[in-house]
């Protein structure tokens, strides 16, 4: 008999239909999020459009993360989070 864990994938979904997947390790998350508003700022042009619109997409990324986070429906625990980061600082 084989017990199957439910989890649930979740996904941060930017405007333009990229996935992001939403893992506990915050500095991962934090990469990926970096990565694609790069990649956002790169279609732009000039310099400062390109940096308003890098920092536009974190930002809205950053919030939906968040969002699927503290989502009822999902099962993903903040506290599991902070407690796998925790785990990762060296003192």
Aim: hydrophobic fraction near 45%.
């Amino acid at each position: 008999m084989h017990l199957r864990a439910k989890f649930q994938l979740i996904f941060a979904v930017c405007e333009c239909g990229a996935k992001i997947l939403v893992v506990p390790d915050l500095n991962e998350m934090a990469s990926s999020i970096v990565i694609h508003a790069k990649a956002h700022a790169k279609k732009e042009m000039p310099l400062k459009k390109a940096k308003a619109e890098r920092h536009r997409i974190e930002e809205l990324l950053t919030q939906k993360v968040l969002k699927s986070i503290n989502a009822d429906e999902t099962k993903f625990a903040l506290s599991d989070i902070i407690q796998h980061n925790q785990k990762r600082v060296c003192f």
